[in-house]
């Protein structure tokens, strides 16, 4: 790596475990812009759940229709990154958040006027999944840019708790306007939110910086964006753990109007409890996490999600109680973050700017094929199966996961510095 490319990656040397970023405008405009409309996402998942078990009453249904809406994301996330180094990372946004706009004023026409079918809510998730996949790139990317370099890593893992947070209100508001307001509520809502990042993104200011040539072709790019990944074990074990986490974990999330019928002898709309117990776990470790800033290990960090993760699936799967169910829920959004916090702080704080977008786009993949192949897994299994075998399954390959990690090492990766990072030949050397 050059000299120029090293320099780019600054170490944070001031705000650890504060909130004084917040005294950047333009941070604090967009973190609570992000907050409401990310809210109103959770609100539209919770609403979209009850309302395609409710038209099907399979749980392979809500599997499908998470595959139809992530797949375009997991085929375009690496071409987005690419485009995230080279073109503006404000303007990406602004168009992709248009989009998911009106696809769910498209939704709520649809259910208001009483034409809604599974097969609408697919192809409308369809429609969100390709606008995913060009925006989650640039959005990881976009948000360090509105704080000065060497507070970088504070403003992401506060981009973790936004999400988070939003997590935690998003279902619990979502089940209230479902229950008193309707379904469709719900949808009009998680529209309306959208305004308000799309204005914030016509009025922030993000930092300049760094950016790929253009000279170079797409799948040049591309290939070199994977090539530095590649040569480097800490950021290929940040795809591993990212792959599995969100195929045996995060996808929990997705299946959880059939969790609530099935297990717990609730309705569907009772995913929202679940949901939002999986939110308040997650924003409680958040708020340590942020206070706890650099003291807390990355290695650490990793490898308590993971035994985290393995004990709220095999909780879930041994409990009839729909409050034990919270609890394991509670745990599994612990693990979660705490996961995504170590793996996003490690590319962030170690990859340079102009690879950035690139090294996000791969770590996102990750997560984005981890989501849709585990629900499909979970669903389909559930319903051929049972739902209490198929998440011992799930536990037991969890386990593997952290078998492995221990037995090899590389655990110890986790903590890798931007030193260790630049200097490609030792980690090429030692996989």
Aim: charged share 10%.
């Amino acid at each position: 790596m050059s000299g120029r490319a090293a320099a780019a990656v600054v170490e944070p040397t001031s705000g650890r475990g504060s909130l004084n970023i917040f005294r950047h405008r333009d941070f604090a405009l967009f973190f609570g812009a992000a907050s409401v409309s990310n809210g109103g996402s959770w609100m539209q998942l919770v609403a979209v759940q009850a309302l395609m078990y409710d038209l099907t009453h399979r749980g392979s249904w809500l599997g499908l229709s998470t595959v139809v809406s992530l797949v375009p994301a997991v085929l375009l996330t690496p071409y987005a990154g690419v485009l995230a180094d080279r073109v503006s990372r404000q303007r990406i946004l602004q168009i992709t958040q248009s989009v998911q706009m009106c696809t769910a004023c498209c939704l709520w026409g649809l259910y208001a006027s009483h034409s809604i079918t599974p097969w609408w809510i697919i192809a409308l998730g369809f429609v969100n999944g390709v606008s995913t996949g060009f925006q989650t790139s640039a959005w990881q990317s976009f948000v360090p840019l509105l704080v000065p370099a060497d507070e970088m890593l504070q403003a992401v893992r506060l981009n973790s708790v936004q999400f988070t947070l939003a997590r935690a209100v998003g279902p619990a508001l979502g089940g209230l306007v479902v229950r008193f307001g309707g379904i469709g509520a719900a949808i009009l809502c998680n529209a309306v939110t959208y305004l308000l990042v799309i204005a914030a993104l016509f009025v922030v200011h993000p930092r300049l910086t760094a950016m790929s040539s253009r000279a170079q072709g797409l799948m040049a790019g591309l290939v070199q964006g994977a090539r530095y990944m590649w040569q480097r074990r800490p950021l290929r074990l940040a795809v591993l753990l990212a792959l599995a986490a969100s195929t045996f974990g995060q996808s929990l999330q997705y299946v959880a109007s059939a969790l609530s019928e099935r297990l717990f002898n609730h309705s569907s709309k009772g995913n929202a409890g679940l949901l939002t117990a999986l939110g308040v776990g997650a924003l409680l470790s958040s708020v340590l996490t942020v206070r706890m800033g650099d003291r807390l290990r990355r290695s650490s960090q990793g490898l308590v999600s993971i035994v985290l993760f393995i004990a709220s699936i095999a909780l879930l799967a041994s409990t009839h109680s729909y409050q034990l169910g919270q609890v394991a829920y509670f745990v599994a959004g612990v693990a979660h973050l705490q996961m995504a916090v170590a793996l996003n702080t490690l590319i962030q704080g170690t990859v340079p700017d102009e690879y950035r977008g690139r090294a996000m786009s791969f770590y996102l993949l990750g997560i984005l094929a981890g989501i849709p192949l585990g629900s499909q897994l979970l669903g389909s299994l559930g319903d051929a199966i049972g739902f209490r075998r198929t998440l011992l399954l799930d536990a037991s390959a969890f386990a593997l996961v952290l078998a492995a990690l221990l037995v090899s090492g590389w655990w110890r990766d986790l903590d890798a510095t931007p030193a260790q990072i630049a200097d490609a030949s030792p980690m090429a050397a030692s996989a």
